[in-house]
């Protein structure tokens, strides 16, 4: 997949936003839901077995949502601000995959009250194959609040964003979102805004 295929998928996909993770819950709201990595809300593994829980609860979610050995796209970016860019795949276990730069997303544009002129965000993505823990140290840096990156099914619509807590799941229509919200009820927020 070229840079400019991959611009048009996502605009023809997704048209409400850029390919930025934390955007989604506030553009998808119908068709998003978020699983907790660990019991109670607690954000960070604080022993190994907690840390066994976080992978295996998403591996167990992405494996479901992606179908394993699917072809997916990966995909991660760095920001901008005053000059300053903070790459992400420079820092982790990403560096060791191959990225195709896209579209930069013009921050300031996108929300000027929050953001100076010159500020962007620029998206990169990555063929991949999914594979159950094939993706286990990625997830585990993510988990850590250490890098940021999302897994993208074109096969099934899904966007599945991991963060340090949990996963955003956003999926093709409200029908799947309210189907698979109920079979990952027991990991779901107790609050009513599902955060």
């Not at 140290?137 to 991991?162: H, M, N, V, W, Y």
Request: net charge negative; glycine share 6%; hydrophobic share 35%.
């Amino acid at each position: 997949m070229t840079a400019a295929q991959f611009d048009t998928f996502w605009r023809t996909t997704y048209p409400e936003t850029g390919p930025i993770s934390h955007l989604f819950k506030h553009v998808y709201p119908d068709r998003w839901f978020r699983i907790h990595s660990l019991p109670e809300l607690q954000r960070y593994a604080t022993s190994e077995a907690e840390q066994v829980i976080v992978l295996n609860r998403q591996n167990y979610l992405l494996n479901n949502l992606l179908g394993n050995n699917a072809e997916i796209l990966l995909v991660t970016g760095e920001y901008a601000y005053d000059g300053v860019v903070f790459p992400t795949e420079d820092t982790s276990v990403l560096s060791d995959l191959l990225f195709t730069a896209t579209e930069r997303i013009d921050l300031h544009r996108l929300n000027p009250g929050e953001h100076k002129p010159g500020e962007y965000y620029q998206p990169r993505f990555s063929e991949q194959i999914w594979k159950m823990k094939g993706f286990n140290p990625l997830l585990k840096e993510i988990a850590d609040g250490r890098t940021s990156a999302f897994f993208i099914s074109q096969r099934t619509a899904c966007l599945l964003a991991p963060y340090d807590g949990g996963v955003d799941v956003v999926l093709k229509d409200e029908a799947t979102r309210d189907f698979y919200r109920k079979a990952y009820q027991a990991w779901l927020s107790p609050l009513r805004s599902g955060l």
